[in-house]
């Protein structure tokens, strides 16, 4: 057992050296680059530095050109602004095809300062003309709604006079029917009124096709006001539109110069914003908080669901040939030490550790393993390289040697009678020489109190046979009664006829903050007895193993070890 351990820290060990090692390896490019940037952040800074001034330097150039161009537009005609607003989106999608993808500042630079010049001086030409064809388009809206306002106004005074001239037909041919309307035969068919009623007909119809005219005339009151301002605003703060322009090339330039002459921590600020600390710190406490929470998420969801469910299931019963047989006699309480004397057909397996006294007279040999049937189950629990004694009345005392906690108790099993155990807890067992001790196992794969309990396999003792059961601060041996409930690290034994099942924990606090378990066992009534182990942490002075002894201690107890 001390050796397996050994070789599993051994491994462990060697295992996260190696570990260390990759990460070293694959770190270790990733600190070089950093080294060699750092001896060129005075000559990025001085370079980004003299790109941005000659940038800035050509804004009075730019700012002209495009007050030159912008001059003026709104007395162009409108089949000049649409031919120059073809060109310049010409251009401007040629810019733009020509500059392809926006590339990062400090990779123009590492291809040379001429290729992050020639970039930026492409961006400001791209900013210059945009702001043009935006000039364009709004003189060309103002232009339309000048000429729409001037239109409509002459379908106004149109209509106008159509209209009056309409009204004025219509008068004198009322006046005409008035004056003659007792001689209507005669009125009706003479050519004055045949011509009043033409005059009548035309101007009204005029009348109409100017009104028709004025409701096509699209102007809104005030829209030439308002493209007026849209083409005044358009052709203002085009230094605004230059500087945000060169915005990617400052914000370098001036981590740059802090990564240069600033101070620690500034460095410190520059650097938590390129690794996107406090985004980062947010999401690790998110999840740092997700990871406190659940343990208590996962133990509300399973007491309200998981145990309620558990405890309907069927209970473990273990069933053994000849139904309950012999009752497990009464034994008496733990002591530090007990006295085996053996008879003629009859002989001790001891451990070595449990071996306190024996006769000197007796015969004595080493036994490899507890049953040979069952050798993993032998050589885990330590019972191995056992100490075989045989002798007529030959008296062995057995004691704990090493752990001053232990105390031990004889278990009689007569025959017919058998128990289940854990065989950890033996320390020694004399058996008869003719029929030596029986152990049989049974799974329960299919059980969820064992899945529960953390324990697949059984391992039942059949008698005759006295065994010798260790425990730190003792063992008892106490009847089922009417049920008992119990930790489940405290059950070492039971008769095989008992019902074996879980319980959930009596108070919720306790569990929930993590001082209880949720499940305990749990022994329905019956005729039988419990082995309970009273402090099964007392050798390891309270503390519960971690890591690959926890693991390997859950392994252990699922095969019923």
Known sequence: MTRLRSLLRWVLRRGMLYLALVLAIAVAPLLAQAWRTAGDREAVYIGLR?????????????????????????TQSASELDRRIAETRRDLAEERRRLGERRGILA??????????????????????????????????????????????????????????????????????????????????????????????????????ARRNLNAARYVQGSVEQAQTIYTRSRRSLAGSLNTALADLSRERAEAETRWTGTFRQKLQLWA???????LLMKALGAFLLILAMPYLIRLLFWTVLAPLAERRAAIRIA?????????????PSKTSVAIRLTAEEELLVRQSYLQTTSHSGAKATQWLLDWRHPLASLVSGLSFLTRLRGEGEVTTVSAVRDPFAEVAILTLPEGCSCVLQPRALAAVAQPLAKPLRITSHWRLGSLNAWLTLQLRYLVFHGPCRLVI????????????????????????????????????????????????????????GAGVLIVE????????????????????????ALGI
Not at 273 to 279: A, D, G, K, N, S
Not at 480 to 499: C, I, K, Y
């Open 470 to 525: 260790k425990g730190g601060r003792g063992v008892r041996v106490e009847k089922a009664e009417r049920g008992r409930v119990f930790g489940q690290a405290q059950l070492v034994g039971f008769s095989a006829d008992l019902a074996y099942s879980v319980t959930r924990t009596e108070t919720f606090w306790p569990y929930f903050l993590g001082y209880e378990q949720l499940f305990k066992d749990k022994v329905e009534a």
């Open 273 to 279: 914003e390129e690794w996107h600390l406090r985004r």
């Open 320 to 332: 053994v040939p000849g139904g309950r047989g012999e009752p497990v006699p009464p034994t008496e």
């Open 50 to 74: 003299e790109t941005e001034t000659k940038l800035r330097e050509d804004f009075t150039q730019l700012t002209t050109t495009f007050e030159e161009a912008t001059s003026l537009l709104e």
């Open 534 to 557: 009273e402090a099964p942490m007392a050798s390891l002075h309270g503390e519960v193993r971690h890591g690959l002894e926890g693991a390997f201690d859950v392994m252990t107890k």
């Open 108 to 209: 123009l630079y590492r291809r040379g300062p001429r290729a992050l010049l020639d970039d930026q001086q492409g961006r400001l030409q791209l900013v210059l003309l945009t702001r043009e064809l935006e000039s364009l388009e709004a003189a060309r809206l103002l232009v339309g709604r000048r000429d729409a306002q001037v239109k409509q106004r002459e379908a106004r005074t149109r209509f106008e006079q159509s209209d009056r001239l309409c009204r004025e037909a219509t008068e004198r041919l009322q006046q005409l029917d008035r004056r003659w309307a007792y001689r209507w035969r005669s009125w009706l068919e003479s050519a004055e009124h045949k011509t009043l009623v033409a005059t009548r007909d035309s101007r009204c119809a005029e009348r109409d096709a």
